[in-house]
Each structure stands twice: as C-alpha cells, then as structure tokens.
C-alpha cells in the first residue's frame, strides 16, 4: 500500500480521510505546525508562514494531499480575516510546490480540496466543472486555490481538485451548527429559504478521494451529492430526520447581512451544482438523498 501525507489532516475532512485511508492499509502522515511522530497518525513539521518544511516527509509520500486552509466562516471577513483565507491556501500549496522540485521527488497524485464557492451565487442555474467562476470573495478565494497548485502540474505531477459542497456530518462544519435549534424545537432556514444548498454525507466526500486515488482521477470535479436540496427543504427534513417535531422559522436576510457582513454569502447564496462528472468517473454515493443521509446522520453514523 501507498504512503500518504495529508496537509490539514486533523481537520473536519482530514480526520475522517486519514482514519479511511487507513482502514484502506495505507500508511498516513500529516504535516503539523507541531512534530509529533508518535500522534495516532506521525504528525511532521511544516509552517506555512515561514515557508519550512520536513522534506523528508514529502520526500516519502506516494500521494499528497493538501487540504489545508483557514476557516472560512470562522471570523467575520475583515480585510485581515480575507487575506489569511487566501494566503493558507496559497502558500500552503507554494511551499509543497517549492518543496516537490528542490528534492526532485514526484508523487503518483497530487489532491488538492478546493470549493463549490468557485461559482458564486449562481442563482437557479446548474453549474458543472466547465462553468465559470463567479463574483465575489468565495469565488476569489477559490480561483486563488486553484491557480496555486498550477506549479503542482508545472512539475508534471498529476493533479486531483475536489471543489467541496456542504459537508453533512454533525460533529463539524455546517451540520453542527443546523442542528443546534432542533434542542429547542425549531429549525431555521436563512432569507426566503430557496437558495440551492449543494450539500455531500461525510463518507461520500471522504469516497471521493479514496476512488481519485484508486482511479488516478485527474482534474477538477465536484464534490457534491447528486441531489441538492433548497435550504428550506434542509430545515424542514432535519427535524423529520431526527423524529422530532419543530417549527421551522425563517431569519431574515437582512438581519443576516447586518450580523455577518460580507460573510452571510456562504448561507445566502444560491448554487446548484451538478456531479454527473463524478459519477461518470464510475463513483457510486452510499448516501445520494438528503433524508436518508440526515437519518443516517443523526441516527446511524
């Protein structure tokens, strides 16, 4: 089996890839801004800021994974907040790029995370891989994404990227926080509640990248469940997922905009995203529908 070295491997995605890729019998690694050699998976040194590196960490990895970045919707998007989401993506990518040709190494394939964000709010139009990018600060932040790992395929190394919709599990991300109002009998859903929401089960994003790698898929291709739901139909089904009964409340987009600022476009805005290329790549979802994969979710994982 392969040996694999993941950047971001203790976050929301990288906890469940590594443990599945280790399952696989493949042996993983993370890079970490603290050395531990003895952690669960061998944790070795990197830090982006200073652009320092274990090399021999990359110089062993058959596959590298890097899904590295500062949250997105972590802190309010202050123009400092806007530049630290860019530059962890960036120079993360730039320092395993710099990396890569200075010890002249090249792995099987490269797999970068990247997000539906590309699109913007692309309103009820269906997008795929070959649709533009759109307007605004998540699209910005991802065309940046992208075009850094341009000196990945530079070095001819293969080259995966995953642009990732909502991740549903309840131990992270957005779920986590959908699920808070349900202990109060309610369940919100955001403005007028139709924007698409282009949302993927845990295990089918974590899929993805073990059947990228089985299959040395290269190019760009969507993360997401072959279903997309409107958010209201999201709040709706959470509460009927989890036998309980709630009201489902609206909060108003302008009481959104006025809280979050810029930052209320990753819950207001509208993207329908296709994942036909995915499964014509031969991946099959274990949890194509919402209900099931809400019901999975909250009673089954």
Known sequence: MANILIGGGTGFVGGFLSKALRDRGHEVAHLSRTENLDAEFPAY?????????????VGRADYLINLAGAGIADARWTEKRKKIIIDSRVNSTKLLADTLQKIDHRPKLYLSASAIGYYGDSGEQLVDES?????????????AWEDSTRAISALGIP???NRT??????????????????????STYFGDGRQWY???HMDDIVGIYLHAIEQHLTGTYNGVAPNPARNKEIAEALPKANDQVAAVLPAPAFTL???????SHTILD????SA???EDAGYEFSQPELMKALQHLLKGH
């Open 276 to 278: 036909k290329k995915i």
């Open 131 to 143: 649709s533009p990018a759109g307007d605004g600060f998540l699209s910005e932040s991802c065309v």
């Open 45 to 57: 040194h990197w830090d982006i800021k200073k652009q320092s590196i274990d090399e021999t960490a």
């Open 165 to 186: 919709g909502i991740v549903l599990h309840p131990d992270g991300g957005a779920m986590q926080k959908m699920v808070l109002p349900l202990s109060f009998y309610t």
């Open 257 to 263: 905009k006025l809280a979050l600022g810029e930052m």
């Open 270 to 273: 509208s993207c329908n995203v």
């Open 159 to 161: 080259l995966f990227i």
């Open 198 to 200: 282009s949302w993927i």
